[in-house]
């Protein structure tokens, strides 16, 4: 059935596309109060989900994920770094934030005050929130921000009116909606933020592929951890139960995988008192958070930005994989892996077999036999490959649209995260980490990302702001390297 013509169309300042916690914080940057000038413009939010951080709450119930790791400064309301901690101690739930498990020196804001401290004086914003503490934070934050929720899957965007246009102009983007892929909607806005996450495939090693199919004789016996999330298939403790034979004995369960994932994956099972192999291209590594350490470091961050600004493009790519190259897994998670695999007659074994993606898979009715070895069931943690944004109709819309430019498959956005010159396109998240760097995926390229562009839209938003003349502005605002007045014209900087 040939989808139907847009129905009417809704006009509003910005439309946010994508609704995890880089738009969440972009529209709390957008429309929260700053003390100053009242809200005068309007935003509108399309996403599949019902609403903010749908996908990301199903992704910690499905691997029953009970904590994040990143500090409690860290969080979608970009402008307040307090906010998280003040909500647990409005709420009376600051026993929710648990000490992080690296001895950090380091403060994220000036702020001291005695009512941010635990019992012991240590800063409740460097602990760790609970993800239930974390959901309901932000479901505050989305009740308090006037918005336009839109359910459904952005496609496409074009000129208002259909023209040509030029800088300055406004936007049209057109959605399938939710429950009706049929039907397309539209809406017009003067500002569009593309705050979605990267765009993949399951990553799959090859001799599993052809079991997760459903032609397989092994069909139901391998599951991609994608498929909890993507397919809403309940808890993967639930999944081991259904696809192990259901007479509730103990079942044989190999998990492939060196991240997160991949440890909780392990950890739900043991703890459900399965059979538990873990088995990793290379050995486990831990890190407190994401990215290194110094990227949250505020002695150390200015210097690893301003080093990453200065190289060229096709150098942030390769210095992206560096940083976040492999899985880690939270100390925490690593330590009681460990400590259940020494332990006597323990039903978990850790391994590392660098030729995963050679392994000899064969399959019966009842157990798939890997490397020789039986198990009931499979679970792939192997996450999601990276394709060019431009396999997307949504972002290649964009690129025809604007001729905006990439490098690598990432948009090449400016240090406004403009996707393209004079136009009031943005980028968000780890699509824009040729600007963001390695951490812009997560939360503290979160809330950098959404500070830039409440700066750049702060004339459309706000009553009572006039727009200053553009003419003699420079190429980079106040949110760019502040490193770059110290250069001469010939480093790298200059052109980037």
């Known amino acids: 059935m040939a989808p139907q013509a847009p129905r009417a169309v809704l006009r509003c300042s910005v439309v946010i596309v994508g609704g995890g916690p880089h738009a969440l914080a972009a529209l709390a940057a957008l429309v929260g109060g700053d003390g100053k000038s009242p809200v005068r413009g309007t935003v509108a939010v399309i996403d599949p989900g019902s609403h903010f951080l749908d996908a990301w709450y199903g992704r910690f119930r499905a691997l029953e994920i009970d904590r994040l790791r990143s500090p409690a400064y860290v969080h979608p309301s970009a402008f307040e770094p307090t906010a998280l901690v003040e909500f647990a ?36 914003l460097k602990a760790l929130p609970s993800s239930a503490l974390f959901r309901d934070f932000c479901a505050s934050l989305e009740a308090e921000l006037p918005h336009k929720w839109l359910r459904g899957t952005a496609t496409r965007v074009a000129r208002a009116g259909g023209g040509g246009g030029g800088g300055g102009s406004s936007f049209r983007v ?54 909890l999330l993507t397919q809403g298939r309940g808890t993967l403790r639930e999944e081991v139960a259904r696809r192990s034979g259901g007479d509730g004995g103990p079942a044989s369960v190999l998990v492939i995988g060196g991240g997160i994932s991949a440890a909780q994956a392990a950890l739900t099972a043991s703890r459900a008192g399965h059979r538990v192999v873990l088995r990793s291209r290379r050995p486990l590594q831990s890190r407190p958070f994401d ?66 993606d050679r392994s000899v898979c064969t399959s019966t009715a009842d157990s798939v036999q890997v490397n020789g070895e039986d198990f009931d069931l499979v679970v792939l943690c192997t996450g999601v490959a990276p394709e060019p944004l431009t396999s997307s109709a949504l972002f290649r819309s964009v690129e025809e649209l604007l001729g905006a430019p990439t490098v690598g498959g990432l948009p090449r956005v400016d240090s406004s995260l403009r996707w393209s010159r004079g ?58 390297n502040k490193y770059a007045a110290l250069l001469d014209g010939r480093e790298p900087e200059v052109d980037v």
């Open 89 to 124: 101690i409005r709420e009376g739930r600051t026993a929710e934030l648990e000490a992080a498990p690296v001895a950090v020196q380091w403060m994220p804001t000036t702020d001291h005050r005695p009512e941010h401290a635990d019992s012991s004086g240590a800063s409740l």
């Open 174 to 227: 057109q959605y399938s909606a939710a429950g009706e892929p049929h039907e397309l909607r539209e809406v017009e806005a003067a500002a569009l933020i593309l705050a979605t996450g990267p765009v993949g495939a399951w990553s799959i090693p090859p001799p599993f592929a052809p079991l997760l199919s459903a032609a397989s004789s092994a069909c139901g016996r391998v599951l991609h951890s994608e498929q």
């Open 291 to 356: 990215i290194a350490v110094g990227w949250l470091d505020v002695r150390h961050a200015d210097r690893l930005r301003f080093e990453y600004l200065c190289l060229p493009p096709t150098r942030r790519l390769q210095a992206i994989r560096d940083a976040t190259a492999g899985g880690s897994v939270p100390a925490p998670y690593l330590e009681e892996l460990q400590r259940l695999a020494a332990s006597p007659g323990s039903s978990l074994r850790i391994e590392v077999d660098e030729a995963v």
């Open 423 to 480: 136009e009031d396109v943005f980028v968000l998240g780890a699509n824009a980490g040729l600007e963001l760097g390695p951490g812009g995926g997560n939360l503290v390229g979160g809330m950098r990302g959404a500070r830039v562009v409440s700066n750049e839209l702060h004339v459309l938003m706000r009553e009572g702001v006039c727009a200053p003349p553009r003419s003699g502005w420079p190429d980079r605002t106040a949110f760019a």
